[in-house]
């Protein structure tokens, strides 16, 4: 059963950590910097209520914190969302899920990981079932902590990822794409039996022209 | 040639004034809800990103001919309904065209939508779909009367004839016919999907009904025509009762003025269910169909 | 020998189209006394055997593909010939006899079905036999009015002679189109009568009883030339713009279009709901009858001919699927999309032009119903027959989304392969001629409807040019607005192309939204079965799909029974009470007899 050194999130993988890929040479073409632009300011987010962090998405959203000043509104279903947001903690359970609706979201997409239990476990950090370092199943672009962050910062976190999209700095989901493999290796070590069937993400290695 | 720039000139004026009036329409509900709200061009920023999305899932051939046609019935219905009156431009085809053609094709993009949303396989946009003609089937039948009291007033389908009748404010058909605009009044806010009727695409019940399965460029293409439609479906109204416009800012402030009065009552009512919506509509724009019917057709 | 046979019966169903194109003047034949047959080519009945001419040759193809059974050739040559001399006749006679031969060789071929059971079969001819006794009804009283069988105008007719007269005919004809609640015996014998031969039940049979609805109106004083004053109009007054008895005629087309439209949409069997869907669109045709006008004949004779069309298509379509699946009921397929893409369109086809969408002619003749009733002033009979035209849309989609989209349900459909060439010719053939009709509808009303506009009197519609139908109210152009649709479609799809990014095939059926899960083939994801079940939550539909025929007619016994049981009462086993009741029935008549003064 459950062994503290077998426990996902105790193998430290340092050349996961930074995982960083070029970007663009020269900066952005003017095209591309209207469309970076666009996409900037219009954040469509499916906000995965996966744990008690699902709570601060809700002000964030209505009157008191208004986030759709920035053009961030929520998405009814993963295929019109841009920007993934994993909202506390995640059990393996859930994982799959979370990794069947990042799939299923179209590119460019984000995720945006907020709460410490994302980061580390947080409070769940010896716990058996949920995950600790989601970076290791689903490229993050951007952690907010905090136990919990408040709508405050999670603004912060999301004018931080618009910058980043704004410079066209490259998304998490180019390192997906690139190193598929490494990704589906972890989902299947913690997911085992319960892995995704191959047509969910088999596209990823023939160049997404399947 | 004229044509050539006549029908760009629709399409271009449909689109903007489309993203401006969503846009306003997203800062007045934010403005009734104490909150700042987004910019007026937000709709534009939307749209277009999803235009130049980089990947679009698609779910074979029928799938991918579904936002086409609906983009293609939006495009013509707009082409059908002539903008100004007393003018060689903003005119499209709407000689060749009538107020029943209109109404049908304005039913016409959704429908072929509707296929491309079967196709897809995924129940809950067929469940979107159906809840979209049962509203339909509630809404028509009110919408329809009220139309048809105002062709009977008019004696004839033709939208020009009817905006040409209609030369000052007392021939509006809104001062000489005000019960018929009554009548389509609320089964037209359900027509351009907003509150309280908008139950087909409701996110939190059927997982955003018929648009569950588009994404990328579809959402976008989606999207546009939406925008597009609901100018249309403004303007024909503009043209049935507020007379009509002679040039482009009369044509805006009107439709302005009528999308205001839409959004103020679609602003405070909570959403209906399908069946709700359709049993108000057989009842009280209906019933208030009959009393006009009884009125002004049967009392003469 | 097989081939021999086929190639006979092949020819046998070109003859309408012969009879249509070499008969010219009339045939008298004596008959005794001073009665004669007459057989003559009138513009109306010229009409209809066209219909019957186009559709006997295109039903007969798929026929060709059953093994060769010579007796259902047999009778469906005699039907034939039962609808030619039912339309050539030129009076009661001769109609009479084409009605009985056509009720009793299409009675005999829907008994060839291995499904029909002994309920279908009685109600199909005991009411067909209803009718065509009301119809010799009718005919007597004619004989009795005008003293000889010739089908011609009555010269002077009082209200009550009216009511003999039409009351019989109209019966005989209302059973024939199949009107609520005397369309008892339609959704069970199109539903189970052979696959090939359903379309020619709902395609050509349902039209002459259309056929006979127009002929009754010319029968009347004046005809239907009398415009307000002659017709049912003089005989019954006038309705705001048009005749009272006509808005009575009116208001039973939209409600009988209405219930069999809920009907259609409740239905589980793919043919059953073509034969409800048949019901309802022949009601619109009625209506259009009662309203009388130039404009809603004009409708009505066009919508005959776009229903006949549209139902041969979606018939044989699915008559393919049948064949092909063996299955009909919509739980059962899907996804056939890929595996008939023919049939596909042609079901697309037939469903856009039942829906009655603008480019095809469902929405011309539609167009020219709803001006004529715009034109009478008749605007709740509008209303009515939005809703029923707009709750079509409904079973349309149902009609194409459950075979050919969503997921496949059943092993046969996911193997079934493209229906057989003797089912697609005629598909093609069909899809073509709506395509045309829809493209230029001012030349159909040109070639089909003017003519008999003009005989029966009438004004002709008239059309500018091929492509527009013109009415008083302002018109369309068909070849605009397909043109412009279809630019658009090439317009817009050229753009999309241009616009950067990839596009990605889904990998399975299964990649779909679905709250995060992974749906397989075990999830129920197919909505045909229950699409329209919602539907029952809305008061009238639910008090419309609660109620059944049956059931009316099953009250009706009740209500009668109770009757009886009351005057039963009276009959009582002591003589006393005879006695008594003689005794205060005499007293009755006494006293009335004393108030009013004449004793």
């Known amino acids: ?203 990823y290695h023939a160049g997404g022209i399947a | 040639m004229h044509y050539l720039l006549d029908i760009p000139a629709m399409i271009a004026t449909s689109y903007v004034l489309g993203f401006l009036f969503y846009g306003f329409y997203r800062q007045y509900n934010a403005r009734i809800q104490r909150r700042w709200g987004p910019s007026i061009f937000q709709n534009l920023y939307d749209n277009l990103k999803f235009l130049f999305k980089s990947e679009t899932l698609s779910h074979g051939p029928m799938f991918f001919f579904g936002p086409m046609i609906i983009v293609s019935g939006a495009v013509t219905t707009v082409l059908f309904i002539p903008f100004l009156k007393d003018s060689i431009w903003l005119q499209g085809f709407s000689q060749h065209g009538n107020l029943i053609l209109i109404i049908y094709l304005f039913v016409l993009g959704p429908l072929g939508n509707a296929l491309a949303v079967g196709s897809s396989g995924n129940p809950f946009g067929v469940m979107g779909v159906t809840r979209g003609l049962t509203r339909l089937m509630g809404l028509e039948v009110p919408f329809f009367l009220g139309l048809a009291l105002v062709m009977l007033q008019y004696e004839t389908v033709s939208v020009h004839a009817i905006m040409a009748a209609q030369s000052s404010i007392g021939e509006w058909t809104l001062v000489t016919n005000p019960i018929a605009f009554l009548v389509i009044l609320l089964p037209f806010i359900a027509s351009m999907n907003a509150a309280p009727f908008d139950v087909v695409g409701a996110p939190q019940e059927v997982y955003a009904g018929p648009r569950v399965e588009f994404g990328g460029r579809f959402l976008g293409v989606l999207m546009t025509q939406n925008m597009m439609l609901s100018v249309g479906k403004l303007v024909l109204l503009v043209d049935l009762f507020l007379g009509g416009a002679t040039n482009l800012f009369i044509l805006i402030a009107k439709a302005f003025a009528l999308f205001l009065l839409i959004t103020s009552i679609s602003a405070v009512f909570p959403r209906l269910k399908t069946e709700q919506a359709v049993d108000f509509f057989w009842k009280v724009p209906l019933g208030l169909g009959v009393v006009g019917v009884v009125a002004t057709v049967w009392l003469q | 020998m097989t081939a021999l046979v086929k190639l006979l019966f092949l020819a046998a169903s070109l003859s309408p189209a012969a009879t249509l194109l070499v008969w010219d003047g009339a045939l008298a034949w004596p008959l005794f006394g001073d009665v004669t047959l007459l057989f003559d080519l009138a513009p109306l009945s010229a009409f209809f055997l066209l219909l019957v001419a186009l559709g006997a040759p295109l039903a007969a193809i798929p026929m060709l593909r059953d093994d060769a059974e010579w007796p259902t050739y047999a009778l469906y040559a005699l039907l034939l010939v039962g609808m030619q001399v039912l339309l050539l006749a030129g009076d009661f006679i001769g109609l009479f006899v084409g009605w009985e031969i056509m009720t009793w060789s299409s009675y005999l071929l829907l008994l060839r079905s291995p499904r029909t059971t002994l309920a279908t079969a009685q109600s199909y001819i005991l009411l067909n036999l209803l009718s065509a006794f009301a119809l010799l ?180 379509t699915i008559a393919g699927i049948v064949l092909r699946t063996g299955l009909r009921s919509f739980k059962d397929l899907g996804r056939l999309i890929y595996r008939m893409p023919i049939s596909f369109f042609g079901v697309l086809i037939g469903i856009i032009g039942l829906a009655g969408m603008p480019p095809l002619p469902g929405f011309a003749s539609k167009y020219l119903i709803f001006v004529s009733l715009i034109d009478a002033r008749w605007l709740l009979l509008l209303a009515a027959m939005i809703l029923s035209s707009t709750a079509a849309f409904l079973y349309c989609y149902r009609l194409i989304y459950a075979p050919f989209l969503g997921h496949a349900n059943s092993p046969q459909a996911r193997t079934a392969t493209e229906a057989p060439w003797q089912y697609l010719v005629p598909e093609v053939v069909l899809m073509g001629l709506l395509v045309a009709l829809g493209l230029f509808p001012g030349l159909g009303v040109r070639l089909f409807v003017d003519p008999v506009l003009t005989a029966l009197g009438l004004t002709p519609l008239g059309s500018p040019s091929w492509g527009e139908l013109a009415t008083p109210y302002g018109g369309y152009d068909g070849v605009v607005v397909m043109a412009v649709f279809g630019g658009a479609f090439v317009v817009v799809t050229s753009l999309f192309f241009l616009l950067r990014g990839r596009m990605r095939q889904a990998a399975s059926p299964y990649d779909l939204s679905y709250a995060g899960e992974v749906p397989d083939e075990t999830t129920p994801l197919h909505y045909g079965a229950g699409m329209g079940r919602e539907l029952r939550r809305i008061p009238l539909v639910a008090w419309i799909l609660g109620h059944s025929t049956q059931g009316l007619y099953a009250g009706l016994v009740r209500q009668t029974q109770a009757a009886a049981g009351l005057l039963a009462g009276l009959y009582s086993g002591r003589p006393q009470v005879w006695i008594l009741l003689a005794v205060l029935v005499f007293a009755a008549a006494l006293t009335v007899q004393l108030l009013a003064g004449g004793i």
């Open chain 1, 1 to 203: 059963m459950y062994r503290h050194s077998h426990c996902e999130g105790f193998q430290q993988d340092p050349t996961a950590q930074e995982l960083g890929l070029a970007g663009p040479e020269g900066g952005l073409g003017p095209l591309e910097q209207l469309v970076a632009w666009m996409r900037k300011r219009s954040l469509f987010v499916l906000a995965f209520g996966t744990g008690c962090g699902a709570i601060e998405m809700r002000p964030l959203m209505t009157s008191r914190f208004d986030a759709e000043r920035f053009g961030i509104v929520n998405a009814a279903t993963p295929r019109q969302a841009d920007v993934l947001v994993i909202s506390g903690y995640l059990a393996i359970k859930t994982l799959k899920r979370v990794i069947r609706s990042y799939e299923q979201m179209q590119e460019p997409k984000y995720v945006i990981a907020l709460g410490s239990c994302t980061i580390n476990g947080g409070m769940y950090w010896d716990s058996y079932n949920t995950v600790k370092q989601v970076h290791r199943y689903l490229p993050v672009d951007m952690y907010i902590n905090g136990c919990m962050p408040r709508p405050e910062a999670l603004i912060e976190g999301f004018v931080a990822l618009q910058g980043r999209i704004a410079r066209g700095e490259p998304g998490g989901y180019q390192r997906y794409r690139e190193r598929i493999d490494w990704y589906k290796a972890n989902q299947r070590r913690v997911l085992g039996d319960n892995m995704l069937p191959d047509y969910t993400y088999d596209w």
């Open chain 3, 137 to 316: 009804g009718g005919i007597l009283v004619y004989y009795s009015l005008t003293g000889g069988f010739a089908i011609q105008a009555v010269a002077d007719l009082g209200p009550w002679q009216g009511l003999a007269l039409i009351g019989p005919l109209a019966l005989a004809f209302l059973i024939k189109v199949g009107t609520v609640p005397l369309h008892l015996w339609v959704p069970c014998s199109y539903d189970e009568a052979p696959d090939t031969f359903s379309a020619v039940l709902s395609a050509l049979l349902s039209k002459m009883g259309i056929y006979g609805l127009i002929l009754l109106l010319t029968l009347l004083p004046g005809g239907l030339a009398g415009g307000l004053s002659g017709g049912l109009g003089g005989l019954y007054g006038h309705l705001l713009d048009g005749p009272a008895a006509g808005y009575v005629l009116g208001w039973i087309g939209v409600i009988t279009s209405i219930v069999a439209t809920f009907k259609a949409i409740a239905q589980e069997d793919m043919k059953r709901l073509l034969a409800y869907s048949s019901i309802a669109q022949v009601g619109y045709i009625t209506t259009a009858i009662g309203v009388g006008s130039s404009l809603a004949i004009g409708g009505a004779l066009f919508h005959a001919l776009v229903h006949t069309l549209i139902k041969l298509l979606l018939f044989t």
